[in-house]
């Protein structure tokens, strides 16, 4: 299980070049050859031999030891001087905010972004949507904890959509004409439908939350509104720009940990992520050390 971390090269198999034991270096969720179709269109989610495989198709990185394929173009050096345990913030959270979420959603200067769902890949969008320098970004969630989060990660405007009334509220808050870019972060029917109902005429709604089930798409609504629906899993292909901000400071991704284990608590640190709400959670830490 897991596809998120950093480590310390122990083992260098012949095909690598780019790496010599001892190196310090951040996993991407992503594995990719770098060299079919898709790797050369950036689109590393799609790599015809990689893909989303660690801690799904093959072993993980919740272990003491990860095998990690075509390590050349799937792990990055960490850069000296940064804080190890935030980068593990850019293994997939980071990447998926920002490139599925931000980026797919075109988020532009004086926007009004609306971002359902305060967990931590929402969190990652809100950070990550102020590098554009949105006019507004109103969080929507159903717990305050997470949305008292927000605020301090730079949301302007705060929903708590539990009474129902999320559409009336964000249409309150934008002159009844919505939100120019609405991300789904959640990935269940009515957090969908919802952003079918506050997207602005000639917006955007990027949906990033993992579907389990299939939704209703308001078509009949929605095809004289001018606006673009995109879908995506991370290609994690922003992951060198996102750790020179990081380096530099302007994005600070340990805000997003909450919580730290030894390996030997592995099982706690589950049970803490299962109860998120509970035990005000966002991302775990679980170390070798
Ligand atoms: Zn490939």
Redesign the pocket.
């Known amino acids: 299980m897991g596809h998120e971390g950093v480590g310390i090269v122990e083992e260098v198999g012949s095909a690598v070049n780019n790496f010599k034991v001892g190196d310090r270096v951040l996993i991407s969720c992503i594995t990719?050859?770098?060299?079919?179709e898709?790797?050369k269109k950036s689109l590393y989610a799609h790599?015809?031999?990689?893909g989303w495989i660690l801690g799904h198709l093959i072993d993980g990185t919740q272990a003491e030891y990860v095998r990690i394929p075509h390590a050349d173009n799937s792990l990055y050096h960490i850069p000296e001087g940064v804080d190890e345990e935030a980068l593990v913030m850019l293994s997939d959270i980071l990447p998926t905010g920002f490139e599925i979420g931000v980026l797919a959603g075109q988020v532009k200067p004086g926007d009004t972004v609306a971002i359902v769902g305060a967990g931590p890949v929402g969190l990652a969008s809100l950070l990550t949507a102020q590098f554009y320098s949105p006019a507004e970004i109103i969080m929507i969630d159903l717990d305050d904890n997470r949305l008292d989060i927000a605020k301090k990660f730079g949301a302007t405007q705060l929903v708590n959509s539990s009474d129902g009334k999320a559409v009336e509220k964000v249409m309150a808050l934008t002159d009844n004409k919505g939100a120019d870019v609405v991300m789904e972060a959640v990935g269940i029917p009515p957090t969908f439908l919802l952003c079918q109902e506050i997207v602005k005429a000639g917006g955007h709604i990027a949906n990033i939350g993992v579907h389990g089930k299939s939704v209703e798409l308001h078509i009949d609504k929605l095809w004289i509104r001018n606006i673009t629906l995109t879908t995506g899993l991370v290609s994690t292909s922003s992951t060198p720009m996102l750790l020179k901000t990081v380096k530099s400071g302007k994005l600070k991704p340990e805000q997003l940990i909450t919580h730290r284990f030894s390996f030997d608590d592995i099982l706690k640190a589950y049970d803490v992520f299962g109860n998120a709400a509970r035990d005000r959670a966002l991302k775990v830490i679980i170390s070798n050390e």
Not at 32 to 36: E, M, N
Not at 47 to 50: A, L, M, T
């Open positions: 990719s050859c770098g060299k079919c898709n790797c790599c015809e031999d990689g």
